[in-house]
C-alpha cells in the first residue's frame, strides 16, 4: 500500500517560481512511473509530466516545456515538479500520482494519487 502526500503549493506572483514535493510513504520500492496533473476551474484534468523509475521524464503539456521540470530521488520516495516562470494560466491544483508499471507513463492507470495542492498566480 502506497500514500501520496503532496506539499509546496501557495501564491505567488506572475514570473515567480515554485517546487512541489510529493512524498510516498508505505511500501515504495520499485514504484515505477510518476506524475503530475492539474486542475483548473471549469478545465479537464491534464497531464502536466511524467518520469520513470530511472529518471527518464516526459512533458506532456506544451505551454510548460522550458519552463517546468519534473524529478524523483528514489531514496527519499519524492519526487518533485520545480515550475520557473509562473503565469496565471498555471493556476491549478496539482496532483502527483504512482503507477507499478514502469513503461508506457503517458497511457497508464495510476494506482495512488495525492489530495493535490493549490497554486494560484496572481498577475
Known amino acids: 500500500q502506497v500514500q501520496l502526500v503532496e506539499s509546496g503549493g501557495g501564491s505567488v506572483q506572475a514570473g515567480g517560481s515554485m517546487r512541489l514535493s510529493c512524498v510516498a510513504s508505505g511500501y515504495t520500492y520499485s514504484l515505477g512511473c510518476m506524475g503530475w496533473f492539474r486542475q483548473a476551474p471549469g478545465k479537464e484534468r491534464e497531464w502536466v509530466a511524467y518520469i520513470n523509475h530511472a529518471g527518464g521524464n516526459t512533458i506532456g503539456v506544451d505551454s510548460v516545456k522550458g519552463r517546468f521540470t519534473i524529478s524523483r530521488d528514489n531514496a527519499k520516495n519524492t519526487v518533485y515538479l520545480q515550475m520557473n516562470s509562473l503565469k496565471p494560466e498555471d493556476t491549478a491544483i496539482y496532483y502527483c500520482?504512482?503507477?507499478?508499471?514502469?513503461?508506457?507513463?503517458?497511457?497508464?492507470?495510476?494506482?495512488?494519487w495525492g489530495q493535490g495542492t493549490q497554486v494560484t498566480v496572481s498577475s
Open positions: 500520482a504512482a503507477a507499478w508499471r514502469d513503461y508506457g507513463c503517458s497511457r497508464v492507470t495510476y494506482d495512488y
